[in-house]
């Protein structure tokens, strides 16, 4: 039996703006990136989400961005390390409160976007954050978008790292995933065949034909993806016949 996690982002939407398909995403997921109020969500979104978690007993985790919702926080900023830290400490913060009100806890963190791709290049942008998030909570998990910032965080004892791989976004020969210009549906059956593929093997098929190593303990789902749903279902209907179990990031790691 091989044990892996399902993630999501979620608490995209903020004030009129309606983002993802949280409510119908949920019962299929194990952890939650719930947005921290920077690049999406706002409070009350964060708390809707926060409690939908609860109920469904899915691991909470924060999705911090760069505090720019006009760009969805995909805009580069000149920011420092410190400065980095800072904006991960401040959403930490706000989503824990809502967490903790709720009769839940955080699990992880995992940075959105233009911070994500930050941390990917400058390793000292990397530390700070998980410096940072250590900080706040040393039982925090940091779930790797790519190899860099892995490696980054092996470099830590005492913090827990998981590396995240991608189905519904094809792969392109040196890890990196390319992104659609226009999200469309999905092959159920062939994202579902990709996912078995890194969860039992370790190996997805890149978008040339080659086989690359993928080692994720977490499989990430875009919830706002047009037949998000259906993929997960497909998804659920393989797990027993390939003896996979999902869990949540604590029970991976």
């Not at 925090?140 to 892995?150: E, F, G, K, Q």
């Not at 690359?212 to 027993?240: F, K, M, W, Y």
Request: hydrophobic letters at 40%; aromatic letters at 6%.
């Amino acid at each position: 039996m091989v044990t892996v996690d399902i993630n999501c982002d979620m608490g995209e939407s903020f004030g009129n703006w309606t983002m993802g398909r949280d409510a119908e995403v949920m019962p299929y997921i194990t952890s939650a990136n719930i947005a921290g109020g920077f690049h999406a969500g706002d409070p009350h979104v964060m708390r809707e989400t926060v409690e939908l978690a609860v109920e469904h007993d899915v691991g909470i985790g924060v999705h911090p961005g760069l505090p720019d919702k006009m760009g969805f926080g995909r805009r580069k900023m000149d920011a420092t390390p410190q400065e980095l830290r800072d904006y991960v400490t401040y959403q930490l913060g706000a989503l824990s409160a809502f967490a903790d009100q709720h009769g839940g806890s955080l699990q992880h963190v995992k940075p959105h976007g233009a911070m994500y791709s930050m941390l990917s290049e400058s390793p000292d942008h990397a530390r700070a954050v998980m410096e940072g998030m250590l900080a706040v909570d040393s039982d925090l998990i940091y779930l790797a978008t790519d190899m860099n910032i892995y490696e980054v965080a092996q470099e830590y004892d005492d913090l827990r790292a998981v590396f995240e791989g991608y189905v519904d976004i094809r792969y392109d020969t040196d890890r990196s995933l390319i992104v659609e210009k226009e999200v469309v549906p999905k092959d159920p059956e062939a994202v579902a065949d990709r996912f078995v593929s890194i969860v039992t093997d370790g190996v997805v098929e890149a978008a040339n034909g080659d086989e690359i190593e993928v080692p994720a303990q977490s499989i990430c789902i875009h919830g706002d993806g047009p037949n998000a749903v259906e993929l997960l279902e497909t998804i659920h209907d393989r797990v027993e016949e390939h003896g996979i179990e999902i869990a949540p990031l604590t029970e991976v790691v």
